[in-house]
């Protein structure tokens, strides 16, 4: 949702919305609280709330306020049964409100999603890759590289870019919990990397996951070097490498950038 986050905040400059906000669920519904659409005069919609006749409704609702001029606040309660043709069997309770350009410093703080801290070293075509995948995906993105001028602009609203020279130094400064994706373009910055996360997590065993980009026999050779440095087996072995989610096959960026990502959807690293 960072993407149509953007464009709405983009958009409330020019005119106001109604903003739709799922307030409260009970039961089956098909999303979250917090989950949101925008519904503007001419007509332009952008998020979703779970779509179906649901959403349908809601939109017709909105258009209706917008057209009446002003209006106040206000929850709608939604049984998701035979009355609206789905059925989930759960109850929505859908919040509505006039926004425009004076609300979107409190909205850009309180319609981001929680986030999990990710850490992805380089800014090659992978790394591109990833970070458009990411852009609608829960995390928020630390990008490092040791080169000038690789980050793709605009940055998404999760990602921000970051130069370290040498690049490793930046491991010691990441949040509690990261999650690090390492694929420099340099082997040599990778071990360096690598080797940074151990000493780390030798310390103080904070980092939720430690991913190289790589083959086995990548992998082997850093493990070799790493244990001349003292690393341990159990030390190595918190390092996963190869990287993404095992049955994705094609060694295009963008398909070992869903692989990836995917990966880390499935070991949990995302909030629920």
């Known amino acids: 949702m960072m993407r149509e986050l953007a464009e709405l905040l983009a958009r409330l400059r020019q005119a106001p919305a109604a903003l739709v906000t799922v307030a409260r669920t009970a039961g089956s519904v098909p999303r979250e609280v917090g989950a949101w659409l925008a519904v503007w005069g001419d007509g332009t919609v952008l998020g979703t709330i779970g779509g179906g006749h649901l959403e349908l409704a809601a939109i017709e609702r909105a258009r209706a306020a917008l057209a009446a001029g002003p209006f106040e606040p206000d929850e709608q309660r939604c049984a998701l049964g035979p009355s609206l043709g789905q059925c989930c069997g759960g109850v929505v309770w859908l919040r509505q409100e006039r926004v425009d350009g004076a609300d979107i410093d409190a909205l ?42 690789v980050f793709a602009e605009p940055l998404p609203l999760n990602v921000q870019a970051e130069h370290s020279d040498p690049v490793q130094a930046a491991v010691a400064d990441l949040p509690a919990g990261s999650a690090v994706l390492v694929m420099s373009f340099s082997h040599a910055e990778d071990l360096e990397i690598v080797a940074a996360c151990l000493a780390r997590q030798r310390q103080w065993g904070d ?14 050779r850093f493990g070799h070097r790493l244990a001349e440095r003292g690393f341990g087996d159990d030390e190595l072995a918190r390092v996963t490498c190869p990287i993404g989610l095992p049955g ?14 995917a990966q880390l959807l499935a070991l949990g690293l995302a909030p629920a």
């Open 207 to 220: 980092l939720r996951y430690i991913g190289l980009i790589g083959s086995r026999t990548k992998w082997a």
């Open 248 to 261: 994705i096959a094609g060694k295009q960026p963008a398909v070992v950038a869903l692989a990836v990502v």
């Open 108 to 149: 850009r703080a309180r319609l981001i999603p929680p986030v999990a801290p990710l850490a992805l070293f380089g800014g090659g075509h992978v790394g591109r890759a990833i970070v458009r995948l990411l852009e609608d995906l829960p995390f928020a993105v630390r990008w490092v590289d040791s080169r000038d001028e």
